[in-house]
């Protein structure tokens, strides 16, 4: 019965031809969506690696003020900031955290090779304000000011990346003539949201025992933030307060208060906007060639009146007539599904999209096939109907 099918329709592949090329580009193109919602998908089910609730931050713009200036008005303000009961923990923040649309990297060299994380830089109290995961060592502290390497601390991806099975911990990576050591590592800190992917991430410290580690923090106005860990409930009149005693210190900055849970939503859609825009240009195209497939399969069948009543009157039964029907769209959809599959493992065999792995490609790709072919069924099962419902005395009336 299948290879009697399968003839079937390789004798009308002229005819079928479009509707099998339409079937093969909208696989292709559901495979990728497919792709790109796994792995979002996979990223949501990812630990975020910290923790935004009760945490607020302040962004400041200090405009042409010098580095001393600055120094000495944050001075001020963290002083100032200890003093509010409201105030758990405070940090100094480089991180981008909940700004998937800023990339910040940085090149080591280890071993003789040479590698690239995303660098994020906090200060010693970061850990706690995030409440972060420290795997193994430990996070930035006092200690660190008399350390004559860099203190780096790293994500366990990019230990496992980079160092495999061996302790990363202690090691010693380079850049240039300047050389840091790793002295802790953390799970995860997917500082661009729920929807946001795993990286290589690395931290370095910000201190104001430090010129240089001051100046990691103050070079940057895009970014630099205060964060603030709130003592639960805290009301949201007393951003006013925060706002008032801040701006009182630095009269010529430019500052904002806000929560991270206000921006998280923001991060979110804008970690979504491409798979949502390549979602709905599949489901159009879907649409338009469901419609086309059922427009051929109706039209087919109508035209073969004559064939399903002989068939009816030489005692095939509704069932069989429902299952040539159906069988003869699944084959047509085979055939595209058996060259949309040629092309489809060409992306993990030569990484055309190096941010899906393998795993990945897999899921979607068994996910288009059981959509094509669940879209096909729809689409004859109607047509079947009418077919199987057609008399023999009608049929020979027709002709």
């Not at 995030?130 to 200690?143: A, D, T």
């Not at 040629?342 to 941010?355: D, E, Y």
């Not at 096939?369 to 049929?395: D, F, H, N, Q, W």
Request: with cysteine; glycine share 6%.
């Amino acid at each position: 019965m299948i290879k009697h099918l399968f003839k079937i329709i390789w004798n009308r592949k002229k005819t079928n031809f479009t509707t099998s090329l339409g079937i093969f580009i909208s696989f292709i193109v559901l495979f990728l969506v497919m792709s790109f919602i796994v792995y979002t998908a996979q990223n949501y089910l990812a630990p975020l690696g910290f923790d935004y609730k009760d945490v607020w931050y302040v962004t400041m713009d200090w405009k042409d003020s010098s580095q001393e200036e600055v120094k000495e008005i944050l001075i001020q303000m963290e002083n100032s900031l200890k003093s509010f009961d409201e105030i758990k923990e405070m940090a100094y923040s480089l991180a981008f955290v909940f700004i998937p649309t800023v990339m910040s990297t940085i090149n080591y060299e280890y071993d003789g090779k040479e590698f690239n994380t995303e660098i994020r830089k906090g200060s010693d109290g970061l850990e706690k304000v995030l409440s972060m995961n420290i795997i193994r060592g430990r996070w930035f502290n006092e200690s660190d000011n008399a350390a004559i390497k860099h203190p780096l601390v790293i994500n366990q991806r990019t230990k496992d990346d980079i160092f495999g099975d061996d302790i990363a911990l202690g090691k010693i990576l380079k850049r240039g003539e300047t050389e840091y050591q790793i002295i802790g590592i953390i799970d995860e800190f997917k500082n661009g949201g729920l929807f946001s992917s795993t990286k290589r991430i690395s931290f370095l410290r910000i201190s104001m025992n430090s010129d240089v580690e001051f100046k990691r923090f103050s070079s940057e106005v895009m970014g630099s933030r205060i964060l603030l860990k709130m003592r639960p409930n805290t009301s949201v009149e007393f951003e006013e307060t925060l706002m008032n005693n801040l701006t009182s210190i630095a009269k010529n900055w430019q500052i904002k208060v806000n929560s991270m849970e206000a921006i998280k939503d923001s991060a979110s859609l804008q970690s979504l906007i491409f798979p949502i825009i390549f979602a709905v240009v599949c489901g159009f195209l879907i649409i338009n060639v469901g419609l086309g497939l059922f427009g051929v399969i109706w039209y087919n069948t109508n035209r073969r009146k004559a064939e399903v009543g002989l068939r009816r009157a030489l005692g095939s039964t509704v069932k069989e007539i429902h299952g040539q029907i159906i069988g003869e769209a699944v084959v047509l959809s085979t055939f595209a599904l058996i060259f949309g599959s040629i092309f489809a493992v060409q992306f993990p065999l030569l990484g055309i999209i190096p941010i899906f792995n393998t795993g990945i490609y897999t899921i979607a790709y068994f996910i288009s096939i059981s959509s094509i072919y669940l879209l096909t069924c729809i689409c004859a099962m109607y047509p079947s109907k009418v077919a199987a419902g057609i008399e023999p005395a009608e049929a020979l009336r027709d002709e």
